[in-house]
């Protein structure tokens, strides 16, 4: 057929396909959409007095790594074998972000296992299953799921502007919007055999051939700090990690809801159990007297519709089969009508990023309901009152190095703690809140007459607010002293968890600058004259290696002003 009569015959066919395509994008996908007209709620942020583990990790390290490559080695240095992570690469999936990640910038998946080394006068945070990241460099956003300790749920927020040069935004996003896929509150990834992921291999293929990289070349070559090609092994790995993070939120409704309000016994009898289970595996006995026991408990505040096990396994679904289809044709310029009608309408300032991305999703995208998150998901199962689940969840809080502390502090007393637990010398940890893993081994320690080991990860004095993804971010004057702050300082003093560190994170111009003058210490740490090349070289700031002191020293090099406008700035100690 010549090329005369084929372009006349697709022609009306894009026509329909630009006029049609958008409402069959809305009219026919599974879930509800509607929570995009919601207004942001106090359950979006973590309860007073929590946060989430996410927040806790940046503040262990006092500032958020730059670029992602850097984010994944600051697990890996907690780690003692030095490979805290589990990373894959995802360039056509199912996420909000779908439509920015593709085979050349491909959505980088990341979640923490970190293996801590023991410490006896320290607990190391948990890290496995419970903190998940998804980088989409198109879309310049990190998307965070972490576990919230203190409030027994996991909390998600957003890392935006981030990019080489920006100043980023660690924000809490809209729950609404995020339980739409994520139904039961946990992390959702796919189940096996992970077609989606560059485990397959015609995926892998794709992103090398995409990235002109020699197939040869994939599995050494990384995008972000992640392997073009990885084995079977990473999404399984991935896999367990996710239904571990929802099993957590089954164990906590257990000791919650499965005990009652009034289950004090109940709690008692789980973690007695529990830490039983965790000190002597092979001794554990789920037909013994105390297994009958704690059935007998659970069963006298059991709720009678029971309490479900969420599937947060997707189908496996293969892009690689889509990639020629004229359905993909259809979705494709979907996309491309979308992009252009928000061009066409300009800024969006009335919707929230959250809503904006679900909306984008919704309009562009069809999937087999089978296949789509937004699908209502039935439960994996039902546990019932005769179920060990919670005896078990509440084993799975505890490391191999705390069953070594347990030991160590008991003299490998099993007795002697489930006696401790029966006592009532822990029912102040047993009210029906989230059970907190370092708090029960810190009051046994004290119990046991041992040093109470510290925590890094509960305690949120010192913690600047969090903020919500709709603040709208700093509005600077043309021309302000401030926009030479914004270029080297906000990286890290601006939306940092730590209170102290977020001197410049006031809401107005303003209060930042006189936030900024009111510190005289600053003069010291821009003081390049008088400490660089001395023993004091370490104290200056940006901090050397960072991306900020890059950029400014070699704008210093270039003639610049900036590093003076900074200093005079701030008064001297002694400001005549």
Wanted: with cysteine; charged share 20%.
């Amino acid at each position: 057929m010549s090329r005369r009569l084929v372009a006349p015959c697709w022609l009306p066919l894009l026509v329909i396909g630009l006029l049609w395509i958008p409402e069959i994008g809305s009219a026919r996908q599974p879930g509800d959409t509607k929570a995009a007209q919601a207004e942001p709620t106090m359950s979006d942020l973590p309860p007073p007095g929590t946060r989430s583990l996410f927040d806790h990790h940046i503040a262990r390290l006092g500032a958020l790594p730059y670029p992602y490559a850097a984010l994944i080695e600051s697990f890996q240095q907690f780690d003692r074998w030095d490979a805290g992570t589990v990373a894959l690469l995802v360039p056509d999936g199912r996420s909000l972000r779908r439509a920015e990640a593709d085979f050349q910038k491909p959505r980088a998946l990341v979640a923490a296992q970190v293996d801590a080394p023991y410490t006896p006068h320290e607990l190391a945070p948990v890290y496995a299953g419970r903190l998940f990241l998804g980088f989409v460099e198109a879309a310049n956003e990190i998307e965070v799921i972490s576990y919230n300790e203190a409030a027994g749920r996991f909390e998600y927020q957003l890392v935006a502007n981030y990019c080489a040069g920006c100043v980023p935004r660690i924000v809490y996003a809209k729950r609404a919007i995020c339980l739409t896929c994520h139904q039961a509150g946990a992390p959702i990834f796919s189940a096996r055999p992970w077609d989606e992921t560059n485990a397959n291999a015609a995926v892998a293929r794709e992103i090398a051939r995409s990235m002109d990289v020699p197939w040869l070349a994939a599995d050494s070559t990384r995008y972000h700090g992640v392997a073009l090609s990885t084995q079977i092994l990473t999404p399984e790995t991935f896999d367990e990690l996710t239904v571990l993070g929802a099993e957590n939120l089954v164990t906590q409704r257990i000791w919650i809801e499965g005990c009652g309000v009034k289950g004090l016994q109940c709690r008692r009898s789980i973690l007695a159990q529990a830490l039983a289970l965790v000190m002597d595996p092979g001794g554990f006995n789920p037909e013994s007297a105390d297994s009958a026991r704690t059935r007998l408990l659970q069963k006298t505040h059991w709720p009678a519709q029971g309490i479900p096990v969420p599937e947060s396994l997707l189908r496996s679904r293969d892009p690689m089969t889509e990639r020629n289809t004229f359905e993909r044709l259809l979705q494709d310029l979907r996309v491309h009508v979308a992009r252009w009608r928000q061009q066409v309408a300009g800024d969006q300032a009335m919707l929230h990023d959250s809503d904006r991305k679900l909306a984008f999703f919704a309009q562009t995208t069809r999937l087999d309901p089978l296949l789509d998150p937004r699908t209502p998901r039935p439960p994996r199962e039902i546990l019932r009152a005769d179920a060990l689940y919670g005896v078990q969840g509440v084993a799975r809080l505890f490391t191999p190095n705390d069953r070594r502390r347990l030991q160590a502090w008991s003299q490998g007393d099993v007795a002697r703690v489930s006696a401790l637990v029966h006592s009532g010398a822990l029912d102040e940890l047993l009210d029906p809140k989230p059970v907190v893993r370092a708090q029960v081994l810190q009051t046994i320690a004290r119990l046991l007459g041992q040093p109470e080991p510290a925590y890094c990860c509960l305690d949120t004095t010192g913690f600047s607010p969090p903020r919500m993804e709709h603040v709208p971010p700093l509005r600077i004057s043309a021309g302000s002293v401030l926009e030479t702050f914004q270029r080297y300082c906000f990286g890290c003093h601006r939306g940092n968890p730590v209170q102290r560190l977020n001197f410049m994170g006031a809401d107005t111009e303003a209060a930042v600058l006189a936030s900024i003058r009111a510190r005289t210490e600053i003069r010291d740490v821009l003081d390049y004259a008088r400490f660089l090349g001395t023993e004091k070289a370490g104290t200056l700031m940006p901090p050397q290696g960072s991306e900020q002191r890059t950029a400014l020293d070699a704008a210093r090099n270039g003639g610049s002003a900036d590093h003076e406008k900074m200093r005079e700035t701030v008064p001297a100690l002694f400001d005549f």
